[in-house]
């Protein structure tokens, strides 16, 4: 038995060694030389070959959804190749469906630029566009999160987006990475600001992005944006809302509230909101203060790791349990559900089980 595990270790290692071999050699010594791209039918331009499906086309200045900065894992850079790109990669198979397969979408951070490509982009990713933004302030709003204010430079007209969507934040090359990276982040200021832009970010230990703006980017730093890209956006509808967030995944629905009460909406709506210790209720006075003056909102904290010492006698659990307690079997409600993904998984799941519909239900992962 032991000879066979040893085995099985030797050929997997050298497997993997193998592999990086020629990952090495593809990334140095491989040249592809010039390829067409050639964009719905239309316009074509002439590219380096060698580098991702996804840098290449950044490059020109077209942007695809991206949450995880190229790594492979979040599955938002989707796009159709219909010719060339040769076969899917075993990096892409864990985020298409036999479905996508077939019509040819590919994993564009995966699939690198070899042959002349013809690639199939929705028209309104062209709106996407790149921000030059300035660190104008810092708060710092619980141990773990900190709202980053930031002035947009450029262009001129600001940033354009509804209450709900994120944006691509590059960060440079640093002690934590040779490579400038990006990440999504959800924007966390009012849609009717266009001048500025607040991002509430989490500091995840060991993460590139979040290390970066935590603890190296300082006021007066410039950085790249790019967006503003997503879905997670307020329907028209006058359903009665509940709304669920946990930790930073408060910012969409931070934006979406301003907007909502700017325009005087009266619908009905209830905000969940979860988190560990006390210190961690970011946004409690303001939440507060929109409780008091709108009758038709109600907000509900929750925290999960009180003690004794806490002086804290608000609602003590996590978010699924407030769903249990307060939301009643096929009650008509439109839910907006953000934060990590087994929160998500976890609300979304009850939520079906209480008869509320799939399509009543919005969520952003924070994959
Ligand atoms: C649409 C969208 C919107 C988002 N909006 C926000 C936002 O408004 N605020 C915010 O703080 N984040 C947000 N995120 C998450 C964010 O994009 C990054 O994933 C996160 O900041 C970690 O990036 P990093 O570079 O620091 O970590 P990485 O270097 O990418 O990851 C390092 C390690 O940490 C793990 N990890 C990644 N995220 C988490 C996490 N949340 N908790 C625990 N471990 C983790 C990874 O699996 C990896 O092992 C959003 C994600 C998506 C998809
Ligand atoms: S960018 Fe995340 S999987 Fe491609």
């Known amino acids: 038995m032991a000879d066979i595990i040893t085995g ?7 497997t993997a060694f193998l592999a990086l071999l020629l990952e090495i050699a593809d990334r140095f010594l491989a040249d592809y030389g010039e390829k067409t791209i050639r964009i719905n039918e239309e316009k074509e331009f002439v590219v380096k070959g060698g580098s991702t499906l996804l840098s290449t086309l950044g490059q020109n200045k077209i942007f695809l959804p991206s949450a995880c900065g190229g790594k492979g894992t979040c ?27 077939m019509q040819h979408v590919r994993i564009s951070c995966q699939l690198k630029v070899k042959e002349d490509l013809d690639v199939e982009i929705p028209e309104e990713l062209f709106a996407i566009k790149e921000y030059r933004v300035r660190v104008e302030r810092v708060d710092l ?20 987006f509804k209450a709900g969507q994120y944006v691509q ?26 001048e500025t832009m607040g991002l509430i970010i989490t500091k995840v230990p060991g993460g590139v992005v979040s290390t970066y703006v935590h603890d190296y980017l300082q006021v007066g730093d410039e950085l790249i944006a790019r967006g503003p890209f997503g879905e997670f956006c307020l329907r028209e509808s006058e359903k009665d809302m509940l709304m669920i967030a946990t930790g930073s995944g408060l910012a969409p629905i931070r ?16 905000l969940f909101f979860g988190d560990k210790k006390p210190e961690d209720l ?17 907000y509900i904290p929750t925290l999960s790791r ?34 990590v993904p087994a929160m998500v998984q976890s ?21």
């Open 306 to 339: 009180t003690t004794e010492e806490d002086t804290w006698d608000g609602e003590k659990g996590r978010v699924t349990d407030l769903i249990r307690k307060y939301i009643p079997d096929n009650s008509g409600i439109e839910v907006y559900i953000c934060g």
């Open 141 to 160: 709003l619980s141990p773990e999160m900190k709202y980053f204010h930031f002035k947009i430079l450029a262009p001129e007209e600001g940033l354009v």
């Open 347 to 367: 609300c979304n799941d009850l939520l079906l089980q209480k008869g509320i519909p799939q399509e009543n239900i919005c969520f952003d992962k924070f994959e």
């Open 8 to 14: 099985l270790l030797i050929i997997s290692a050298s």
């Open 282 to 298: 970011i946004y409690y006075d303001e939440l507060h203060e929109f409780d008091k003056t709108h009758p038709s909102f109600t």
């Open 75 to 101: 599955g938002l850079c989707k796009v159709k190749v219909p010719n060339g790109g040769g076969p899917v990669l075993p990096t892409e198979t864990p985020h298409l469906t036999v479905d996508e397969m």
């Open 169 to 194: 934040l590059e960060v440079p090359p640093s002690e934590l990475s040779k490579e400038p990276q990006f990440r999504a982040y959800s924007i966390a200021s009012p849609p009717y600001e266009h």
């Open 255 to 270: 934006s979406m509230l301003h907007k909502i009460y700017r325009e005087g909406a009266k619908r009905k709506i209830t």
